[in-house]
């Protein structure tokens, strides 16, 4: 099992979807159209977040297949969407056998940020050989902004990075870099790609979400282990007093991919 938590991934939903980028939405589901029996293949996929914001975009039915290691994540897949979807439990890592066929394209979100350069260039390599486009949306990019300044934002923020790079099940991950090596072994299998923000900005609404990603950084940043644990404890203080403010924003960067031939 994979340790993300279902409850984590439904309070993400909605700010994932303010944050996708509409363009690449609606040129990923044109393209799906076009195909006779379209067939997605979205791996990585949680309870069914990217299911759920693309299938109402799509001009004509699709079948869809849903991929992820962890039976809890799939069985809450089923239970909110039945037969609308399939479900496959597998290993990414396995990658001769994720279930291309007569797929027309994969989707990911919030996937590509936790893989490795070599995760990465194998499948690129092998959805290249499959002829079938991608759609990997909403990985991180390194970027936390608050708009209320801290002397520590920066540091914090360059740990919390630096911690992204540690194993995640795929070899030591690419983490804020992931996009752009993705976006790069995709181009050289002649694929086009585009790319587009698509920033997490959270309010006082979000104080809930901004708690737990709080919560989140904090964690990292003490097994990372380079800051003072009293000064982090200061900067974790006045970040959670700062989110109940009506005029305070937090802001995560992340990168939608699309990649089509
Ligand atoms: C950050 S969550 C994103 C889930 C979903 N796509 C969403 O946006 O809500 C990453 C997902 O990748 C899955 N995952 C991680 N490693 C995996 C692996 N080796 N094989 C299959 N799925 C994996 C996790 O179980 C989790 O559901």
């Given at each position: 099992m994979s340790g993300f938590d279902k409850d984590w991934l439904t309070l993400r939903e909605p700010v994932d979807l303010r944050a996708r980028d509409e363009n690449l939405m609606a040129v990923a589901m044109e393209t799906v159209a076009k195909a006779r029996h379209p067939v997605i293949l979205d791996i990585g996929c949680g309870t069914g977040s990217t299911f759920r914001a693309l299938s109402s975009l799509l001009q004509k039915p699709a079948a869809w297949r849903l991929l992820d290691n962890d039976p809890r994540l799939l069985e809450e897949a089923m239970r909110l969407h039945g037969d609308a979807i399939e479900t496959i439990q597998g290993?990414?890592?396995?990658?001769?056998?994720?279930?291309?066929?007569?797929?027309t394209l994969v989707t990911a979100s919030a996937?590509?940020?936790?893989?490795?350069q070599d995760f990465i260039k194998r499948f690129a390599e092998k959805i290249a050989q499959a002829d079938i486009g991608l759609y990997a949306a909403l990985?991180?990019?390194g970027a936390m902004h608050w708009s209320k300044f801290h002397p520590l934002d920066e540091v914090v923020t360059a740990n919390f990075n630096a911690h992204q790079?540690?194993?995640?099940?795929?070899?030591p991950a690419l983490g804020p870099e992931a996009w752009k090596s993705l976006a790069a072994a995709l181009e050289g299998q002649g694929y086009a790609v585009k790319t587009a923000e698509s920033r997490w900005i959270m309010t006082s609404n979000d104080a809930e979400l901004q708690t737990l990603f709080l919560n989140g950084i904090v964690r990292a940043v003490l097994e990372y282990g380079e800051l003072d644990e009293a000064e982090i404890r200061d900067w974790s203080e006045f970040r959670h007093r700062m989110i109940?403010?009506?005029?305070s924003l937090c802001r995560v960067g992340h990168q939608d991919v699309l990649a089509l031939r």
């Open positions: 290993d990414l890592n396995d990658i001769d056998s994720l279930p291309l066929s007569s797929a996937l590509f940020d936790l893989c490795s990985n991180y990019d790079l540690s194993d995640k099940g795929f070899g109940e403010r009506d005029d």
